[in-house]
């Protein structure tokens, strides 16, 4: 099957660190990532569209300069959320685009959980 | 624009009793992806069961089954059998095909599915 890794699992940094997030996809390359966003008991909110070799496309109303995503890879996406605060505390995931004949799947990441003290 | 709607912030069902998750949806796609996803306490998003705008039979997967009924752009997610592993968070999504939706994946509220011995 196709499997997204994320790395870290979890994450607690003080507030104004930067913190880099990890997506992989380990069986299948993948040249569309995708970033979300949930608060407890709330629905996944995406946060950017990550294309390999290009700038990502930011959903409206997500800070740019603030969640910082490159795609390097065909297998790596990054997110790094940069001078991190409290209200950043949140859980992260990724997932990346397979397509399967007519359909086009995505798999998530099992997610990074970040706290900012 | 696409829009998906969860009204039922949380569900009970008897172990091995059936239950119907229910999902409507709004878009001007003429062509469009239904999903439904389970999310249990450790985050991870797992996919349950797909079903395409112009598939003609409703989809099915072991004990989940999706009423699809086009007309009424309704998706409801029918879980059979129900186990106590199946209490979770359950999300209905759409992927729109075209235009800026293409790819994207718009998720509802989500509803909380607990199951009782």
């Known amino acids: 099957g196709a499997v997204v890794s994320q790395h870290p699992s979890r994450v607690i940094c003080k507030s104004g660190t930067s913190v880099k997030i990890e997506c992989r996809s380990l069986?299948?390359?993948?040249?569309?990532m995708f970033w979300y966003r949930q608060f407890p008991k709330q629905s996944l909110m995406l946060m950017a569209t990550?294309?390999?070799?290009?700038?990502?496309?930011?959903e409206q109303g997500v800070e740019k300069d603030k969640f910082l995503i490159n795609h390097a890879s065909l297998t790596l996406s990054t997110l790094t959320v940069t001078s991190a605060h409290p209200e950043d505390s949140s859980f992260y995931i990724c997932?990346?685009?397979?397509?399967?004949?007519?359909?086009?799947?995505?798999?998530f990441g099992p997610g990074t959980r970040l706290t900012v003290l | 624009a696409q829009k998906i709607t969860q009204t039922q912030p949380g569900m009970f069902v008897q172990e091995k009793e059936a239950v119907t998750l229910d999902c409507t949806y709004d878009?001007?796609?003429?062509?469009?992806?239904l999903f439904w996803y389970k999310q249990p306490s450790s985050g991870e998003m797992i996919f349950l069961i797909y079903q395409g705008s112009y598939d003609q039979q409703n989809a099915t997967e072991g004990r989940y089954s999706l009423n699809f009924q086009k007309a009424r752009k309704s998706a409801n997610l029918v879980i059979s059998a129900s186990q106590l592993g199946d209490s979770a968070m359950y999300f209905c999504a759409m992927r729109g095909a075209g235009g800026t939706s293409y790819g994207k994946l718009t998720f509802g509220q989500g509803t909380i599915l607990t199951v009782h011995p």
């Open positions: 069986d299948f390359q993948a040249t569309t």
């Open positions: 997932s990346a685009r397979i397509f399967r004949g007519v359909i086009n799947e995505q798999f």
């Open positions: 878009t001007s796609d003429p062509s469009y992806g």
């Open positions: 990550s294309n390999e070799g290009s700038k990502a496309t930011y």
